[in-house]
């Protein structure tokens, strides 16, 4: 029941904030600009976004199937080499002073850039979108990870050693699990991108996909329909990441639950260090003979 209001408390503020701005979005596309030729045309009304979704929803979803199906390969792709290239960058400090400067320096290039490329070297065809999605997801994975291997705890791996473990027993009983929660929030930060890289990929050249359908519906000037695969997009990044946050429950729940002790002795312990700290000079002082 706790969680239950304490999750209400959480999500009530920005649902309400949420309520308000779609209800004056409502309201200036219907009365400010239902007057206006075209008005209502260029800043169509949620209500009417939300129909254009479910009139279209038989168009919209071979597209939405084939962005999906890009992000999935694509973060797989860039999971599997993130994590590789982290547990490299860990056992090898040469590998890690020549490649992490790369991995930084390769975040300035545009992938705006880089996706017209993809297109010219690899068609129009699905690799394309794999590789800039497993781009953007690729630095933010092998960057968690690698930090999160080097914050173990020496101390317990050095009391590993002690009793005769070697390298691999280490890895798999200390360095890897104590890396996971580390691991996991670069894997939230690169899921939420994922969509996007698809969407990327499908702007500079597709057939099928939200991309390409964003970019038909607004050369033929539906605005309702390009608001309504938006509205599929951030529906999609959402249900990914909350798709990644039960895995990462599932994983580590021993980390969640040693994180809510801590929260709970943060909450608890400063009134009775409060209450000790009050209690300490009246004891004093009636030790020491002084008046309170």
Request: proline share 7%; aromatic share 12%; net charge positive.
């Amino acid at each position: 029941m706790v969680p239950l209001r304490s999750t209400l408390r959480t999500l009530m503020p920005p649902a309400i904030a949420l309520a308000l701005i779609l209800a004056a979005w409502e309201a200036y596309s219907r009365l400010a600009l239902g007057g206006v030729p075209g008005g209502e045309r260029l800043l169509p009304a949620p209500t009417r976004i939300v129909g254009a979704l479910f009139g279209n929803a038989g168009i919209l979803a071979p597209h939405t199937w084939q962005t999906l199906l890009e992000t999935a390969i694509g973060f797989a792709l860039a999971l599997l080499l993130g994590f590789s290239f982290a547990v490299l960058i860990d056992l090898s400090p040469l590998l890690r002073g020549a490649i992490y400067p790369l991995l930084v320096v390769s975040q300035t290039i545009p992938l705006l850039a880089i996706a017209p490329l993809m297109v010219l070297w690899f068609g129009f065809g699905l690799l394309p979108k794999v590789l800039i999605v497993a781009l953007v997801c690729f630095f933010p994975i092998v960057v968690a990870g690698a930090d999160g291997f080097r914050s173990t705890d020496p101390e317990l791996v050095r009391l590993f050693r002690t009793f005769g473990a070697g390298k691999w027993a280490i890895f798999r009983y200390v360095r890897f699990p104590g890396a996971l929660p580390s691991l996991f929030s670069g894997v939230r930060i690169a899921i939420t991108y994922s969509v996007i890289g698809a969407v990327w990929g499908e702007y500079v050249g597709a057939q099928w996909g939200l991309g390409i359908f964003m970019q038909r519906a607004q050369h033929s000037y539906q605005v309702a329909l390009v608001f309504a695969a938006i509205l599929v997009i951030s529906a999609l990044s959402i249900g990914l990441f909350v798709l990644v946050s039960l895995a990462e429950r599932l994983a580590i729940p021993w980390y969640f639950a040693s994180r809510k002790t801590r929260d709970f002795q943060t909450v608890v312990e400063p009134p009775t260090l409060s209450i000790r700290a009050q209690e300490r000079p009246a004891t004093e002082s009636v030790l020491g003979g002084k008046n309170t």
